[in-house]
């Protein structure tokens, strides 16, 4: 069966800190791994990783992907009160052509 | 705006009553999806549309039906709603079956009672 599973389920952290956010995959025939913010509402694209290895970077926020490993983890250094927000992983199965979400970390970032 | 536009954004149903979420996308995208999410569930997908006039099931469509009515619209229905299907549900479209270019509507809140 195709999973998703993203750990920690809930993060408390304050301004400042940094924060490693974990995703974990077992999908049949691995196309694309994604991640995306959601705050109130829809969720926001973040990035699309294909390649091991190769970092991807915008502002405070960095992922990488680990094919070896099945995983990939998302960064966020300096830690804002704006990035609270539920961070959501999604990997694509070339397979039927489906993506599968994670169920999601919930960071929360105190002044 | 440019986007995904969903409505309602609430809604609550008795057991047994029919209703229609109805998505519309102004960006000239080939693909439409609806999504639930649930808590401890993460997104799970219900249905997609590929391109106008075809549709095809995802990880969890049953008690649902959708029609792709042209090239912006993208509807759900429920025929019979369940208590199990209290969810909030998103409409999503992407010029392509890539992620990349996943644009999310904004949700509706749905409630079985």
């Known amino acids: 069966e195709d999973k998703v599973v993203q750990s920690p389920l809930s993060l408390v952290v304050h301004e400042g800190d940094t924060v490693t956010l974990n995703c974990s995959y077992e999908?049949?025939?691995?196309?694309?791994l994604l991640w995306y913010k959601q705050e109130k509402k829809a969720p926001t694209f973040l990035f699309m990783l294909t390649s091991s290895g190769i970092e991807k970077k915008s502002g405070r926020l960095s992922s990488i992907l680990d094919k070896k490993e099945l995983s990939s983890i998302l960064n966020i250094t300096a830690t804002q009160t704006g990035d609270s927000a539920i961070y959501l992983c999604?990997?694509?199965?070339?397979?039927?052509?489906?993506?599968?979400f994670g169920t999601g970390t919930s960071l929360t970032v105190i002044p | 705006n440019a986007g995904v536009t969903q409505t309602p954004k609430f809604q609550v149903l008795k057991t047994g009553q029919s209703m229609t979420l109805q998505c519309a996308q102004d960006?000239?995208?080939?693909?439409m999806y609806w999504y639930r999410q649930d808590p401890g569930m993460g997104l799970r997908l219900i249905y997609y549309?590929?391109?106008?006039?075809?549709?095809d099931k995802g990880e969890v469509p049953n008690g649902y039906n959708v029609s792709r009515l042209n090239k912006r619209e993208f509807s759900l229905r429920l025929e019979s709603a369940a208590p199990s299907q209290t969810s909030v549900y998103f409409c999503a479209s992407s010029q392509d079956r890539s992620g990349y270019g996943y644009t999310f509507g904004s949700g509706t809140r749905l409630t079985v009672v």
């Open positions: 999908v049949t025939n691995f196309r694309s």
């Open positions: 999604a990997v694509e199965s070339a397979t039927g052509n489906q993506f599968y």
């Open positions: 960006m000239n995208h080939n693909s």
């Open positions: 549309s590929a391109s106008e006039g075809t549709t």
